[in-house]
Nanobody
């Protein structure tokens, strides 16, 4: 069984920084594509950043240049460094990975929620102006 346990997050003033962590336990997940999503109140969940097994990264336009996704394969961990935060970044943030049954068959690493089988419990990020 795969579990994703998130930590980090919290409240910060605009312009501040936060770092989210996501540690995976269990072995039946694919590192082909690992991602961060977020969901703001009253809005649909959206993809924020993803990272492929070769280290290639992709970001939503709204966070490019401010957020950095990284991973530590030895620690089975995924990170999201968030800098220059603004009120629009306020949301619940989730990490997500596909299973071993799904990951190898993905045509590309994107932000399609159905591609991800395991999700973290969510971490609240609140940015005040």
């Amino acid at each position: 069984q795969v579990q994703l346990v998130q930590s980090g997050g919290g409240s910060v003033q605009a312009g501040g920084s936060l770092r989210l962590s996501c540690k995976a336990s269990g072995s039946r997940y694919s590192s082909y594509c690992m991602a961060w999503f977020r969901q703001a109140p009253g809005k649909k969940r959206e993809g924020v950043a993803n990272i492929e097994s070769d280290g290639h990264t992709d970001y939503a336009d709204s966070v490019k240049g401010r957020f950095t996704i990284s991973k530590d394969v030895y620690e089975n961990a995924l990170y999201l460094q968030m800098d220059n935060l603004g009120p629009d970044d306020t949301a619940m943030y989730y990490c997500a990975v596909p299973s071993l049954d799904t990951g190898p068959w993905l045509s590309h690493c994107g932000f399609t929620e159905s591609d991800f089988d395991y999700w973290g419990q969510g971490t609240q990020v609140t940015v005040s102006s």
